[in-house]
């Protein structure tokens, strides 16, 4: 009977501290209807997630970073799957328009130009003196990246901002100018790039016109203005807990805070200034933020996905939580919620 009893008692003790980790049990208004449609096995842990048309790419851990072909009313096919390095992959985003994917790694950032369908790395060929494909590559950042945003400025000119973790570094800005060479002829992408100091460790980035947050961990968030390449500090605010990720949001900045939920903070007249507004706990710690109409979804870790509804940001309310295993972060297109998981991208459609 002994031996029974303890390997028994041993099971119920495991349960008990696994249940722990799983979301309170707390009232929704359920606003939103959201369905799970399926889940790409990735592999590896899927760190990161975007998609664009038809396409979706993802940071999949050991597995590298991977695209997937996503038809509309078929099912979705992996098409094409790259390692940078021997590092495993963290994140990734696409500048759809110049065809700009970049990536990065505990080992640096990278970047590739894709080919017109955004299903494969990019060549052009040049005959010097016999024909040879060119690759366009490069390195950017640190193995200390965080976070990063791009935008295109025109036909030819691409940025790219990048945080780390390194508390003198501050934001990197990189400028990819499109050239031609005559002789042999090709085209190719040039990189320069620029340093602005913030001060602290910088954890999240999100860049609106002319306005950027990034979140200071311990220090809280900041709000700037970028003129030019330089960097004008309007506010800086503390928070609750940890800020760890920011996202704009019509006239307010959102702050994931991890521990401490999300915290809302209103934009000053001109977007000059920030005032804390409120906050919203979840049940789970908060660490990335993203938007779907006046919803906000936010991953959570192990405790899966929260929706908040904004429809009132000074009362924001928990509308529903979502089941959905250990979530990295989440990307958000065509009414469908792409979440980077640890069972690989689970998608599902929300209306």
């Known amino acids: 009977m002994k031996r029974i009893m303890l390997p028994l008692a041993g099971l119920i003790l495991i349960l008990g501290l696994t249940a722990c980790l799983k979301p309170e049990?707390?009232?929704?208004?359920s606003k939103v209807t959201v369905a799970l449609l399926d889940v790409l096995e990735t592999g590896g842990f899927a760190r990161d997630v975007e998609a664009h048309g038809d396409k979706i790419f993802v940071a999949a851990s050991q597995a590298g970073n991977q695209i997937w072909h996503a038809p509309t009313g078929a099912e979705a096919e992996m098409v094409f799957e790259h390692n940078f390095s021997g590092n495993p992959a963290l994140r990734m985003t696409v500048e759809p328009e110049?065809?700009?994917?970049?990536?990065?790694?505990?080992?640096?950032?990278?970047?590739?130009?894709?080919?017109?369908?955004?299903?494969?790395?990019?060549?052009?060929?040049?005959?010097?003196?016999?024909?040879?494909?060119?690759?366009?590559s490069g390195l950017f950042g640190s193995g200390s990246n965080e976070d990063f945003v791009t935008r295109r400025m025109n036909d030819s000119l691409v940025a790219l901002y990048v945080i780390d973790?390194?508390?003198?570094?501050?934001?990197?800005?990189?400028?990819?100018?499109?050239?031609?060479?005559?002789?042999?002829?090709?085209?190719?992408?040039?990189?320069?790039?620029?340093?602005?100091?913030?001060?602290?460790?910088?954890?999240g980035l999100d860049l609106r016109d002319s306005l950027m947050a990034i979140s200071h961990d311990e220090l809280g968030l900041?709000?700037?203005?970028?003129?030019?390449?330089e960097l004008d500090t309007l506010a800086k605010l503390d928070t609750?807990?940890?800020?760890?990720?920011?996202?704009?949001?019509?006239?307010?900045l959102l702050c994931a805070n991890n521990w401490a939920g999300m915290g809302i903070y209103t934009l000053g007249e001109g977007d000059s200034s920030l005032t804390h507004l409120s906050d919203v706990e979840v049940g789970g710690w908060v660490k990335q933020i993203s938007l779907w109409n006046d919803m906000a979804i936010l991953s959570c870790g192990e405790n899966g996905i929260f929706l908040v509804d904004l429809s009132d940001p000074e009362h924001p309310a928990v509308d529903q939580a979502l089941d959905a295993g250990y979530t990295y972060r989440t990307y958000v297109a065509n009414n469908m919620i792409y979440a980077a998981t640890r069972e690989g991208v689970k998608r599902y459609t929300i209306e």
């Open 25 to 29: 049990s707390i009232g929704s208004s």
């Open 98 to 136: 110049s065809q700009l994917l970049f990536a990065f790694d505990k080992a640096g950032g990278f970047y590739k130009k894709l080919n017109p369908e955004m299903d494969n790395f990019d060549s052009v060929y040049i005959h010097f003196p016999v024909w040879l494909p060119i690759f366009e």
């Open 165 to 203: 973790r390194t508390s003198n570094d501050g934001l990197k800005q990189y400028f990819f100018n499109r050239r031609y060479n005559q002789q042999p002829a090709f085209h190719y992408w040039e990189l320069n790039n620029v340093g602005v100091s913030t001060g602290g460790i910088n954890l």
């Open 222 to 229: 900041g709000l700037y203005r970028l003129d030019g390449v």
């Open 240 to 252: 609750r807990g940890e800020a760890l990720e920011v996202k704009f949001y019509e006239n307010y």
